[in-house]
């Protein structure tokens, strides 16, 4: 079946530092693959998106890149800031519109 | 941009206490909801999909009659939680989205907390 894995947490960074989060996926047919960020105490909100290979989804900084040869999404952002702590989830959508989760990574930014 | 709202935001609530949550799409109607059950510091655990107009569809594992899901309109599924007890203490989400179509994103509640004492 169709599964998400992320590198797990927590991470922590210094303002301004370069993030990457890896999200690598398994799945049959060509899924859609999303980033969510959900901040404490919230739902989850869209972060951003990829619907086929070599696209890149980008988003308030962030960015991210469908790689079919790897099987990954992984997300970057060159600057961080204190407000980009939170927890983000990779996703993808095979159909049937159920998404499948990655684990989360917590992201803490100090200033 | 579309809304989905979530409420309560928060519930706490004796054991043995039947809980109700609302999820309503506020300006796009929405066929097909999902349920999410969320830990501590874990991802979200796909619970079930409510479906308008018929029976909701559950992930294995999940308890039908615990877990009770009414999709009564286009824009309003429930889901109650029945005679909870401490061990359904958790964070649950709702989500929903705007078409038919795996490849776009769903739209979340903000969730609701529920502690059962």
């Known amino acids: 079946g169709n599964s998400v894995t992320q590198m797990e947490g927590p991470v922590t960074l210094s303002e301004e530092a370069f993030l990457t989060i890896n999200c690598t996926y398994t799945?049959?047919?060509?899924?859609?693959l999303f980033w969510y960020v959900q901040y404490p105490g919230e739902g989850l909100q869209l972060l951003l998106k990829?619907?086929?290979?070599?696209d890149k989804g980008s988003n308030k900084g962030f960015e991210a890149t469908y790689r079919k040869e790897t099987t990954s999404f992984h997300l970057e952002k060159g600057s961080v800031q204190v407000s980009d702590s939170a927890v983000y989830f990779c996703?993808?959508?095979?159909?049937?519109?159920?998404?499948?989760f990655g684990q989360g990574t917590r992201l803490t930014i100090n200033p | 941009g579309a809304v989905v709202s979530q409420h309560p935001s928060r519930v706490i609530c004796k054991s043995g206490t039947s809980v109700k949550i609302e999820c309503r799409s506020l300006?796009?109607?929405?066929?097909?909801m999902f349920w999410y059950r969320q830990f501590p510091k874990q991802s979200l655990m796909l619970m079930a999909t409510?479906?308008?107009?018929?029976?909701?569809?559950?992930e294995q594992g999940v308890e039908k009659d615990k877990f009770l899901i009414n999709h009564a309109s286009l824009t309003l599924s429930t889901l109650t939680v029945t005679s909870a007890h401490p061990e359904d203490s958790s964070f649950y989400i709702c989500?929903?989205?705007?078409?038919?179509?795996?490849?776009?994103?769903?739209?979340f509640g903000d969730g609701t907390r529920l502690s059962i004492l």
């Open positions: 989500s929903a989205p705007t078409s038919g179509q795996g490849n776009q994103p769903q739209h």
């Open positions: 990829a619907t086929k290979a070599d």
């Open positions: 799945a049959t047919g060509y899924p859609s």
């Open positions: 996703a993808l959508s095979g159909g049937a519109q159920k998404l499948v």
């Open positions: 300006d796009f109607q929405a066929t097909t």
């Open positions: 409510s479906n308008e107009g018929s029976k909701a569809t559950y």
